[in-house]
């Protein structure tokens, strides 16, 4: 009976799918992703439950701070913090430099960032995602630009937010425009559709795809000035389904509090009484930054 | 198809895919996150989504007694990926802190395909079914060893990936992603009747 059952000889196997790519975003769903820096950061995140890691030299808050060219990390960084934990870890690219993604993919990076928090290396081009077998995730300030990074073959689109800045108005803003614009292609006519693909600049078939079935073709979570476990509660209560604390966690006065008070908010996003109990007592939040005051918009990087 | 409240534990991961799988087959469906909600389901399904995590919040939600409790009871329960490792008897290379519910006698261990690079789609064959069923594995667990009284549904490569035993069925794939009902309709046909819900009775 057994002898019979296995499949080994009568399917062969397919792996970096659509399926297999989206699936893993799936799995992520209603978790916290979080920036670390190196494996002890790594591990106060997942014993804290976060769902996967987000591996970089530096959180946003410091390449704010210290400015110069942000790239792709050590690769020795990245090795040591795969080897630190069990959960999925993440890793960014700069926008457009797909050298960089192929290191990654061959580190064996669980999901590829093609980040704007980086310096882009590319005016003009993202990478072509359909190319690897390792997942992608993007930025997206509206519809418009989160089709077109599911066109070029990312599975999973976060809001880009403001990152670095703990402040939560411009995460906001992008989940409000990309919700809204998903609300009113639901209800638009076939014949609207081809306005709507030429206002956004964005394939077609995605824009039938989205009239259809009311909803990305791809898991939305929320990235970019996520500080407290209000943040990820009005996010989610917006539509997002999961989030990336970047700058958050480890600029707070008690990263392992903040990170599990974070965790248990994503879960628990719709029960005030819960959201009260997980963030009294937390200590101080990262500081935060007004987005007037900025030298640089980093939403702004990505076309 | 009209059927028994199924819960859908909703702490994390891919609960939503299986909602709408549920959806799909017309069968009344809760998403679970407190004691309250897990007390009114007739079945349960576990979702596919990171093992440590799940652990971790079915203690900090206090939902770990009463889940225990629920399944000493038999309470039917469809777990999937990480769903099958809470389920097992031993996590071969777990967090130390991470629970092993106990309710099927396996041995399993965590990723053991590798990494997202690994992570496939297959065809197999499912004993009962009269043809193949897609099979997506996300970093998905290896049962390393299953006990006597598990009844094995589907193998790759010499391994267990689809198992019963009693009222719990768990597999290492992801039925809820590839767009076929059958092994949800399976599960949910076995699912006795609620009394209380049973509207046909008089």
Redesign the interface.
Known sequence: MAQQLDSAESGSRATGTQLVKRGLAEMLKGGVIMDVVDPDQARIAEDAGAVAVMALERVPADIRRDGGVARMSDPEMISGIQAAVSIPVMAKARIGHFAEAQVLQSLGVDYIDESEVLTPADETHHIDKWAFTTPFVCGATNLGEALRRISEGACMIRSKGEAGTGNIVEAVRHLRSILGDIAKITTADSAELFEWAKQLQAPLPLVQEVHDTGTLPVPMFCAGGIATPSDASLVMQLGAQSVFVGSGIFKSSEPAKMATAIVEAATHFQDPSIIAKVSTGLGAAMKGLEIGGLETKLAERGW | MVGPLVGVL????????HAEILDGLGVPNLEV?THDQLQQVDALIIP???S??MS??LD??GLIGPLEERLRDGLPVLGT??GLILLSTRIL?G?PDQHALGSIDLDVR??GY??????????????GFDS?FRA????APVVERAGDSVE???????HPVLCRQGSVTVAAF?PE??NDNRIHRSFVERVPVNPKSDTSAI
């Open positions: 909703a702490l994390q991961g891919a609960f939503a895919a996150r596919g989504g990171e440590t995590t971790m919040l900090r939600s990926c990480a290379d967090r965590r990723n590798g990494t997202q690079l690994d992570s496939f789609e297959t065809d197999i064959a499912v004993a193949g997506v594995f996300i970093r094995i549904l589907a193998m790759v490569d010499g992801h992603l590839s």
